[in-house]
Structures are given as C-alpha cells and as structure tokens.
C-alpha cells in the first residue's frame, strides 16, 4: 500500500467484523486505513472471532477490539476485554462504518432493523455513512431477498463495493467474492469525501520543482518539495473535489479523489494541465516551475574530463501560468504562488497584476521562514479584488486550508472575479 498517510489522516473508522471466511481480508484491511493515517477501532461479531482472532485485531488497530463478551487471551492467559466503547459510543465516535464481510445474515439484519448484536445496533444507532463489502456463496447473493434488501440498504444511503466474481469459500466460481482491502480503501475514502462545500468540482493542482535536463543524468531544479501542492490536493478531496495533480515532487502514489500525473519539465507540466484544463472550475499553481532551461541537452552524461569547464546555453522556459491564464475557460478561477526572497508582497502583486490570475500567494523563500523545501510556511493572499490576506507560520496543511477557504469564495457568483472575464 502506497504512503500516502495524509489522504486518512485523523479519520475515524470503524470496521465491523461479520462472521465469513472472507473476515481473514481484515487485517489487511486494518493495516492499510493504519498506513494511511486513520484512527480504527474494531467491532466484531461473536461469529467472526472465531474465524479471526481479535488479539490480532487489537495489535494491528492499536486499540481493544469491541466484543459482545470478552474472550481469552490464548496467548496471554489473560482475556481480551471490550475497549469500553458501547455501541452508542462507536455509532457517535464513527466517521464511517465498514461492515467486512456483508454477510447475507448481517445484511437482512440490517435491512429489518434489527439489533441483536454490537454491529448491529452500533449501525442502527449511527448517522455517519456505512459501507459494505459483500461476501457470499453465488446462489445467497443473487436470492431475490437478499437483492431485496440491499435494494432496501442503498435507499438509506448505505454504500455496496463489490462483490466481484471469483473462487468462493466452497470452491465454486462465481459473483459473492469479497472486493480486496485496496478497494475497499478506495470506496470508503470516496464515501468520507464525495460530498462537502466542493462536491462535483474539478480542481486543478501544480505541485514541485520542474526539472529541465542537462544530460540523461542531470538537471536544472530548485529546493521546492512539493509539500504545499499536495496540501492543497487532499484539503480539497476532502471538501469533495475531484482533483487533478499535476507533480514534479514524489510525495504520494495514490489517495481517494486525487488523479495523479507524475511529470519532470515545465513543458511536461503545461501539456499534463491543459489535458484537463477545459473540466475544472479552479487551478491552483503552486509548482515551482523552472524560469529557465537548457537550449540543447546533451544525449549522453558529460564528463568532467572530456569537458573540464562546460558552458550550457540557458533559454527562457514556457510561462505555464500564462499559458494557463491564456487557455483558461470563462468560468474557471486560476491561483499563482509567487516564491519571493525579499519585497515579498510588492513583488507578489507585480505578479497578480501581470498574470491577471483572480489570487496570488506570495510565500517568502529566505531567511528562517522560508516556505521552500519544509513543512510549514506564511504567506500574504492578494485577491484580485483588491482584499490582503496575511497567513502566519503554521503547518502548510493548516495554511492550505486557509488559501482553499478563500479560493473557494471565488467560484461563488457574487464574490471573487465572478464575471470579470
């Protein structure tokens, strides 16, 4: 599972264990919502401690797992005891509910209402949104009550990922196989993020230093990191965007609602962003893009002996944000960055003012406070209509969400350069 640990960051989840064999996906699943970043308590069945142990669920999850009963340690002497939390605890605690696997008893459950066990009344009594993962024999899957009443569940709101077709528990092939613990990442993070103030935008993202070629070997590149670029993708998907990141940095390989383009040249990254540049509504260039490049790369690595004092004729490089700002739909709102070392404000709206874009950030790169190659940062927000804003030292996530805040003023009609264009 990729490192992207930002993307469930603080998010709390619990996973209800129900009692099928698929339940041995579950501490894969455990450990990748860990690896992300969330916080995961466990509810289980008294069925599916059987199957799986509860021990291990409580080592992968860093938290006691939630029995109806306490069962005995086996390896311990001990006894594994609830971690306290009742079902109306766990319903309120919740983020969001995975039910691994959706067995075709805990789904008619479900769909009567029922609470006869810690998963289904934990469910009966939550508001938060709950995603199953199916996991049966072919014939109870396609029985017309169990359709029934997952068609019952998903009026409620309740999600379904799965299940895919495969070899069952029986040795049978068919529809009932439980979808992988990757997919399952997947659809909760869609489901913690598919609504918010941004559902249904594209968003646009630049993010690190380009790098323009020398030789095969090296490049011309810059200290930026990349940081504050997939900041502002994850703040974003978390406010329900669609969001397109277009990255010179390696930060990240996957997180829900961020498509990733991994590029290296300035001209990589404006061909990348006018792919998608007619579908978003807001661009966000916060890529340290190269001002200059190599007019003529070498094919092959120069060597020192060969060439003791190389000469490299430098050539000025595509303007991507002007491009950007050329290219642009009407109803689409660019944000630059400017990475200034001294006049930082001054500088930065010289820069508003040149590129015509509908807001500026203005970070200083010099001295203690610099915003290149950390993970904190200030800056001063000029908007087009005139209103400064000034962001003080603080974590780049906390200062993302303070420039998606003010971006997100600029799609509404009535503020921002709505009709400016």
């Not at 709390?12 to 450990?31: E, F, M, N, S």
């Not at 103030?197 to 630049?206: F, H, K, M, R, S």
């Not at 590129?355 to 406070?369: E, I």
Request: net charge negative.
């Amino acid at each position: 599972m990729a490192d992207s640990s930002a993307s469930f960051a603080g998010r709390q989840i619990v996973v209800h264990v129900c009692g099928g064999i698929a339940a041995v996906k579950v501490p894969a699943l455990v450990t990748a919502l860990r690896q992300e970043g969330a916080e995961v308590r466990v509810a289980m069945t008294e069925a599916a401690a059987t199957l799986v142990s509860p021990l291990s669920l409580q080592a992968l999850s860093g938290h006691p797992v939630a029995l109806a009963t306490p069962r005995p340690d086996s390896e311990g002497g001990g006894s594994i005891a609830s971690h306290g939390m009742a079902h109306l605890d766990l319903a309120g605690w919740a983020e969001c509910h995975l039910v691994v696997p959706a067995t075709a008893s805990t789904i008619a459950r479900l769909a009567v209402g029922l609470a006869d066990d810690l998963v289904s009344a934990t469910l009966l009594a939550t508001s938060a949104p709950v995603l199953l993962a199916p996991a049966m024999e072919t014939a109870m899957w396609t029985h017309p009550a169990t359709q029934a009443n997952l068609q019952i569940l998903r009026s409620r709101g309740l999600t379904v990922v799965g299940p895919g077709s495969g070899r069952l528990a029986s040795g049978r092939w068919g529809p009932g196989r439980m979808a992988e613990p990757e997919q399952i990442l997947q659809a909760a993070g869609e489901l913690l993020w598919g609504g918010g103030p941004l559902a249904g935008v594209e968003v646009l993202v630049t993010s690190g230093g380009t790098r323009e070629p020398i030789d095969p070997v090296r490049f011309l590149g810059n200290r930026s990191s990349g940081r504050m670029g997939l900041a502002l993708s994850l703040e974003a998907a978390h406010r329900g965007a669609l969001v397109h990141l277009v990255t010179a940095a390696d930060l990240i390989a996957e997180a829900p609602g961020v498509k990733i383009v991994r590029v290296d040249t300035a001209a990589e990254m404006l061909a990348a962003s006018l792919e998608v540049l007619p579908r978003v509504r807001l661009v966000m260039m916060a890529a340290a893009v190269a001002d200059y490049r190599v007019a003529e790369p070498a094919k092959a690595k120069l060597h020192r002996r060969d060439q003791p004092n190389p000469e490299l004729r430098l050539v000025a490089n595509v303007d991507v944000l002007a491009e950007i700002m050329a290219r642009r739909p009407p109803s689409c709102r660019v944000v630059g960055f400017a990475a200034e070392t001294e006049s930082v404000r001054e500088r930065g709206l010289a820069k508003l003012l040149e590129k015509g874009c509908d807001m500026l950030v203005a970070n200083p790169v010099a001295g203690t406070h610099s915003a290149m190659g950390g993970d904190r940062a200030e800056a001063t927000v000029l908007i087009r209509d005139g209103r400064e804003v000034e962001l003080p030292w603080a974590p780049k996530q906390e200062i993302a969400g303070r420039i998606l805040d003010l971006a997100q003023g600029l799609l509404e009609p009535d503020q921002g350069a709505a009709g400016q264009d």
